[in-house]
């Protein structure tokens, strides 16, 4: 029978959408599969279907996932769709599948003997991990006129992951965190709320105005973590163990014109 391919956008509103347009079809699960954009080799004897982001059909998704699995299981759920794996959509549907077939889908990630819920539970571990690990590497730079900016390259689409986080710490500030690999911004408005935006083109010139104050800070900072070293006691290993050499290309204490 010939297979059908859903062709997701890569975030969790598109995946939702796949998952919901491929159990619709009525196809037979074993004969759908989803996949991210049309990065894959085409397969032959198969119809791929081009799968847009539905708002309506992806709440539907997430309030089927939070209802039946419940919280802890739909928030690794989400991580595991903000991986930058590429098989991450077709394994999140096969565990969707799992978890809805079973009495109590809430146990659908102790199932780790099954590939599919054994990789969503691994993608999931590795986007947590760089979240957590951005929620303490972020660096802001106070523009002129008050707008904090921090760039960031994540290996995983972590913008979604974070924003609660800096919501929460930065409710009354007006902030921007930039993911230049895929061109996405994070932006909250004071006293507002967060949300994505993606497509616009940075205007360098205007980033690079940034406050006296932020110099200022800028020059203590990098002070204050020289004076913190003990050179006896330098352990690089350690250091990049803690700190991975990639986040640092964003952190001013670490860069050679701050």
């Known amino acids: 029978m010939e297979k059908i391919i859903f062709v997701c956008e890569d975030s969790l509103d598109g995946i939702f959408t796949g998952i919901y347009d491929a159990?619709?079809?009525r196809y037979g699960h074993e004969n759908v599969k989803l996949i991210i954009d049309s990065e894959e080799t085409m397969e032959l004897f198969s119809r791929y279907v081009e799968v847009g982001a539905d708002g309506e059909k992806a709440e539907k998704v997430a309030r089927t996932l939070k209802r039946r699995f419940g919280d802890e299981v739909f928030e690794m759920i989400c991580q595991a769709a903000a991986s930058f794996a590429p098989e991450k959509a077709d394994a999140l549907y096969r565990v969707v599948v799992k978890g809805l077939s079973m009495p109590d889908g809430?146990?659908?990630?102790?199932?780790?003997?099954d590939p599919?819920?054994?990789?969503?539970?691994?993608?999931?571990?590795?986007?947590g991990y760089e979240a957590?690990?951005?929620t303490g590497f972020v660096r802001f730079q106070e523009l002129k006129g008050g707008i904090l900016f921090s760039r960031i390259r994540p290996k995983n689409n972590a913008l979604t992951l974070i924003g609660p986080h800096f919501a929460d710490r930065l409710p009354q500030e007006n902030w921007v965190i930039y993911d230049e690999g895929r061109k996405l911004f994070l932006m909250h408005q004071a006293g507002g709320c967060w949300g994505l935006m993606r497509g616009r083109t940075l205007n360098e010139s205007f980033l690079s105005q940034i406050s006296q104050e932020e110099e200022q800070f800028r020059q203590l900072w990098?002070?204050?973590t020289k004076s913190i070293s003990i050179q006896a006691r330098e352990n690089r290993q350690l250091q990049r163990q803690n700190l991975p050499?990639?986040?640092r290309t964003?952190?001013?204490e670490f860069t050679q014109d701050a």
């Open 116 to 127: 599919n819920v054994c990789r969503v539970f691994e993608l999931s571990r590795q986007a």
């Open 132 to 134: 957590h690990h951005l």
């Open 250 to 252: 964003y952190m001013p």
């Open 23 to 25: 159990w619709d079809s």
């Open 245 to 247: 050499l990639r986040f």
């Open 222 to 224: 990098k002070l204050f």
């Open 106 to 113: 809430r146990k659908v990630m102790d199932a780790l003997a």
